[in-house]
């Protein structure tokens, strides 16, 4: 099997309640997370083809109080693939 390429655009990424010094680790969880939602993804559906996956929000995320800007990047990821259709 070949490797596939996935393109992520996402136009703008609102983050409200955090600290404007956390939005680069909450951005590098971020994508961290999408490279995991991607990957598994693609294995769980091989023969699928992708295309413009247009996705306006992601789900509510809930994190607990300890939980460090990066992993509330990973959660949000987590939601976006929840309310994707593919």
Avoid: C, Y
């Amino acid at each position: 099997m070949g490797v596939k390429r996935v393109i992520v655009h996402i136009d703008r990424l609102v983050l409200r309640g955090f600290r404007h010094e956390d939005r680069h680790a909450i951005a590098t969880g971020l994508q961290q997370g999408l490279v995991e939602v991607l990957t598994g993804l693609q294995a769980g559906t091989q023969s699928a083809v992708w295309g413009n996956v247009p996705l306006s929000r992601a789900e509510r995320v809930h994190v607990g109080p300890g939980a460090s800007p990066q992993q509330v990047g990973v959660e949000v990821a987590r939601g976006t693939r929840r309310r994707m259709k593919v």
